[in-house]
């Protein structure tokens, strides 16, 4: 009921984002992918394949999930790169961290990889935490990286670094972003994908979204009329 008239393709090498206002459909639409919630009408698919006839093993190998408020938990760095199952190696945790370039600081914490993380992460900072965040997701070797406001809760300096990291790894996999900062989506996303009361009003590559939108609504939402 949160949605509909919702029809657009993320494909592999390409940033997705999806805009629009709070209470839009933005996160629905992406916890609907990995079937946090369940499609009631319509499809969602990954290769052409509905989400709903596969196994949550089949998408959980195929999806990597940032939420917006990134958690971790009381343990060590490394248990937590490999709390996406028993399958992942240590050295598929220190590649991950390697890719999400969090490998720097946590080679110059005196016990590396086997540092204490507090519960929530509180003892690094949100920069830190969300590469860990990252790292963790790109253990599982999915195809598809979700992020979910990913950067809301950082400095501009991490957010920076965040935004370079999205550019590096759409190389390999298909990434979807929602965020509410548009000039972020300016910024990493090759597609655009404008939401508004759960029905998506525009979608298309996001230099002509921002320079020529073709819906009036749109112009009104990125031009700072609404929202």
């Not at 050295?91 to 969090?102: F, G, N, P, R, T």
């Not at 929530?120 to 070797?141: D, F, M, P, T």
């Amino acid at each position: 009921d949160a949605l509909e008239h919702i029809s657009f393709t993320a494909r592999p090498g390409e940033t997705t984002a999806i805009i629009g206002s709070t209470g839009c459909g933005k996160s629905t639409l992406l916890n609907l992918i990995p079937r946090f919630y369940d499609v009631t009408e319509g499809s969602v698919t990954i290769d052409g394949v509905d989400v709903r006839e596969m196994t949550q093993a089949q998408l959980h190998d195929e999806l990597g999930y940032v939420p917006q408020k990134g958690v971790l938990f009381s343990g060590t760095i490394t248990s937590n790169l490999k709390f996406g199952g028993d399958h992942i190696t240590d050295a598929d945790a220190a590649q991950a961290a390697e890719i999400a370039q969090a490998t720097e600081f946590i080679s110059a914490k005196p016990e590396g990889f086997d540092s204490p993380i507090a519960q929530g992460g509180s003892n690094v900072s949100g920069g830190q935490k969300q590469r860990l965040c990252i790292a963790r997701a790109l253990a599982v070797e999915p195809d598809i990286l979700l992020m979910d406001e990913a950067t809301s809760a950082l400095d501009p300096i991490s957010t920076s670094k965040i935004e370079d990291l999205i550019a590096d790894l759409k190389q390999n996999y298909t990434i979807v972003i929602v965020t509410h900062n548009m000039q972020q989506a300016t910024r990493v996303s090759d597609k655009c994908a404008f939401f508004l009361l759960g029905q998506l009003i525009e979608f298309g590559d996001t230099t002509q979204l921002f320079s020529m939108p073709r819906d009036k609504r749109t112009e009104d939402y990125i031009s700072g009329r609404f929202g």
